[in-house]
């Protein structure tokens, strides 16, 4: 069993209510829930976890090598475009990880376009919605080995 460690950025806590029209109306808790059944189903272990604190975020990624964490999704929300300190915990771990955005930010603002993860990341899904991160955990799965 692999353990996997779903990251969400600023403000996905308000998924369902915080703008409908881009980002959905399924709630963080239900995306969470499925993707906790989901990994079980594909034989995982899936930890979620949220923060509007960029420092949060970061120490949970440095400890995700210590608590044997072998691949990361990551919702960065609102730092995709500007946490260069986000970017440079992952590249210290060395954990592979798969961006993930419920709309497709290069059909926003301009100044959405840019992500500091999209170049480190082993890949990256745009606009799927909700359903981006059970392809995401999918393609999480197979790049470790399982299923």
């Not at 399924?26 to 923060?51: M, N, P, V, W, Y």
């Not at 949060?56 to 691949?71: C, M, P, R, S, Y």
């Not at 440079?88 to 771990?93: M, P």
């Not at 999209?118 to 470790?144: K, P, V």
Request: aromatic content about 10%; charged content about 20%.
């Amino acid at each position: 069993m692999s353990s996997l460690l779903l990251l969400n950025g600023p403000n996905l806590n308000l998924l369902g209510s915080r703008e409908p029209n881009v980002y959905g109306a399924t709630h963080l808790r239900d995306i969470e829930k499925r993707c906790t059944e989901l990994a079980k189903e594909l034989g995982h272990e899936l930890d979620c976890f949220q923060s509007n604190a960029e420092h949060e975020l970061i120490d949970k990624i440095q400890h995700a090598t210590n608590d044997g964490v072998e691949f990361i999704i990551l919702n960065p929300g609102g730092f995709t475009h500007t946490s260069v300190a986000l970017r440079d915990a992952f590249l210290a771990v060395q954990i592979p990880f798969i961006e993930i955005h419920l709309s497709n930010t290069f059909a926003r603002e301009e100044f959405r376009h840019k992500s500091y993860f999209s170049d480190i990341a082993s890949s990256c899904l745009f606009g799927f919605g909700a359903y981006g991160y059970e392809l995401a955990l999918q393609a999480a799965s197979r790049r470790i080995g399982k299923n």
